[in-house]
């Protein structure tokens, strides 16, 4: 499994930026995703999560990006999208793209990628 | 909202066994999981479903959860291990994810 994030780079307060993720390796469109970044020194931290169109394809936020952030995916293109809206600068950090694994009781991040660095800055 | 309390730092020597905990009321009826996370690199799942290890990831790594505390072992430590380690889980309540403040593992 591959997953390549890119769209990073940096941004004034109240912009916006899209960020992509390419994957390849898995059945992309059976696969839910998520973006999972990490401020720099601290841990990581889940943005949100977008399941299969066989499960429904909707979609989960955490709250600090709730209404602010959005993801989207093209299983043609075997791509996820994070596309962020009305940033702060609490939300300069490294994004990941993951492939997401459990069940009805559980979720976790079964591969990852390398990152794209979002800096919010004026 | 669901915390995970982990120790910021655990040192061991190598050959021998690190035990890095991540505590949380009631884990023990959640499922917990763990990612090693080197410098500079991505973070890497290393135990699943409490104690599950993906494919790759030697058996040296283990988990157990029971009570209040989950626990990462971690047997004939390497200088290769030394690296923040983070547990996870899957707040049913909320349905987000929640991360422990990770604790980093120094081989001395």
């Known amino acids: 499994v591959h997953l390549e994030e890119s769209g990073g780079g940096l941004v004034t307060p109240g912009g916006s930026l899209r960020l992509y993720c390419g994957a390849s390796?898995?059945?992309?469109?059976?696969?839910?995703m998520s973006w999972v970044r990490q401020a720099p020194g601290r841990g990581p931290e889940w943005v949100g999560r977008?399941?299969?169109?066989?499960?429904?394809?909707?979609?989960d936020y955490a709250a600090p990006v709730k209404g602010r952030f959005s993801i989207s995916r093209d299983d043609s293109k075997d791509t996820l999208y994070l596309e962020m809206n009305s940033l702060k600068t609490e939300d300069t950090a490294l994004y990941y793209c993951?492939?997401?694994?459990?069940?009805?009781?559980?979720?976790?991040?079964?591969?990852w990628g390398q990152g794209t660095l979002v800096t919010v800055s004026s | 909202s669901y915390v995970l309390t982990q120790p910021p730092s655990v040192s061991v020597a190598p050959g021998e066994t690190a035990r890095v905990t991540c505590g949380g009321s009631n884990i023990g009826d959640k499922r917990v999981h763990w990612y090693q996370q080197r410098p500079g690199q991505a973070p890497l799942l290393v135990i699943y479903?409490?104690?599950d290890r993906p494919s790759g990831v030697p058996k040296r790594f283990s988990g157990s959860n029971s009570g209040n505390t989950a626990t990462l072992t971690i047997t004939r430590v390497e200088a290769g291990d030394e690296a923040d380690y983070y547990c996870q889980v899957w707040d049913t309540v909320t349905t987000h994810v929640v991360f422990g403040g990770g604790t980093k593992l120094t081989v001395l």
């Open positions: 977008i399941k299969s169109k066989s499960d429904g394809g909707t979609t």
């Open positions: 390796g898995l059945n992309f469109s059976d696969a839910w």
């Open positions: 479903y409490n104690n």
């Open positions: 993951t492939a997401d694994g459990g069940d009805y009781t559980t979720y976790y991040f079964d591969y």
